[in-house]
């Protein structure tokens, strides 16, 4: 097949890496107040500078920053929001992993009157990243619907959204905003993640939210509209895709099920080009989901683990993007680990060496099975 020229590609990552060492100081430095802003600054940039070059000399047409600047995969973006607030934790969530479950206590966001957006969120951050940048700079952020799905009505003022609809309405207009700021910047290759959307293949937390008076049969069609008005106005030119995430923190993850629930809506209605879909073991179902994926879209196959050391083998990567083939074309079809390897400052259990032999066997993989 001829080499791919837009994104996503044919051998893509979802984003974040591990952080070095030095990065990792150089946070707990500015948290004690022993060194400035500008100097975590400019670790973060030093940092960003290695992984770019790191991911280009393994063969990735699109780069990421690694989200080094972030603690939270999230909360770190939302919180820059006007009258969105980081919340202590109250809540514990059950991650799960071979070894055992692990409970996690992460903090919320509460929205305490109108959302407004008061300066550019990521833009400099991305401006950057293009500056460092040969391949092209492929920017991460959080899904609008991550802003209610964790505590639903009940983590919304009342006073300032009486009517959800006029919360809805202003989260989408805001996110438009910064998108369109991006798209000025010169970002060409945006991704959305979005866990709630997985989630809610999962019964157990289905239930979970049913407690929370929202519906989960409901839910997918409202963030699916919610998505929609925040990537409507666009920039020509912009590829947007979104990651669908079952929880990634040291290894561990929340939610279990197949794609099935959600697939119909995902894959028509909400009007991106392309998706990075976990399917690295049993818990994400099967690729029958993969049947409603329209022409024209991308699904990205997260079949290598970002969560576990052991090193998949080329042999049965391509005999499950092989299954994959049987419900969507195979020129529609891609391949990526299943997450990041770092969606919090802590990061997954594996080594940096780990994480480059991982990314190393998504570019072979991908050059055998499509001859990119």
Not at 68 to 94: C, G, I, M, Y
Not at 128 to 150: E, Q
Not at 264 to 290: A, C, T
Not at 322 to 332: K, S, T, Y
Request: hydrophobic letters at 40%; glycine letters at 6%.
């Amino acid at each position: 097949m001829p080499r791919k020229t837009t994104p996503p590609f044919r051998a893509d990552h979802v984003g974040s890496l591990l952080r070095p060492p030095e990065l990792i100081a150089a946070r707990e430095a500015r948290k004690q107040n022993r060194i400035s802003a500008a100097e975590l600054r400019a670790a973060e940039d030093r940092a960003i500078g290695d992984a770019v070059r790191m991911q280009e000399e393994l063969g990735f047409q699109a780069v990421t920053d690694g989200e080094f600047r972030r603690t939270w995969w999230h909360l770190d973006f939302l919180e820059q929001f006007q009258n969105a607030t980081v919340v202590p934790p109250s809540v514990k969530a059950k991650f799960h992993r071979a070894e055992g479950d692990i409970e996690v206590m992460p903090p919320g966001i509460r929205v305490t009157g109108k959302l407004a957006r008061p300066k550019p969120i990521m833009r400099d951050d991305f401006n950057f990243l293009k500056s460092v940048a040969k391949a092209m700079p492929k920017l991460t952020i959080p899904s609008p619907s991550t802003m209610h799905f964790r505590g639903g009505r009940g983590a919304i003022d009342e006073r300032a959204y009486p009517d959800l609809a006029g919360f809805y309405a202003d989260l989408g207009r805001i996110y438009a905003e910064e998108i369109a700021d991006l798209g000025a910047a010169g970002c060409t290759y945006l991704q959305i993640d979005e866990v709630n959307l997985a989630y809610l293949c999962d019964p157990k937390l289905r239930d979970q939210v049913r407690t929370i008076g929202e519906n989960p049969d409901t839910l997918p069609a409202t963030y699916a509209r919610l998505i929609n008005s925040a990537i409507a106005g666009r920039p020509s030119g912009m590829t947007i895709c979104m990651h669908l995430c079952r929880g990634n923190f040291q290894s561990a993850w929340v939610a279990e099920g197949g794609y099935e629930p959600v697939a119909e809506i995902l894959f028509n209605q909400i009007k991106v080009d392309g998706y990075f879909l976990e399917y690295d073991d049993p818990r994400s179902g099967d690729f029958s989901p993969l049947r409603f994926v329209p022409r024209g879209k991308t699904i990205v196959l997260g079949l290598v683990s970002s969560k576990r050391p052991a090193l998949e083998s080329i042999d049965e990567l391509r005999r499950r993007i092989d299954e994959a083939a049987r419900f969507v074309p195979l020129d529609q079809l891609a391949l990526s680990p299943q997450c990041g390897f770092s969606s919090t400052v802590e990061g997954n259990l594996i080594t940096p060496q780990d994480q480059i032999a991982k990314l190393r066997l998504v570019v072979e993989t991908a050059r055998r099975v499509w001859n990119d």
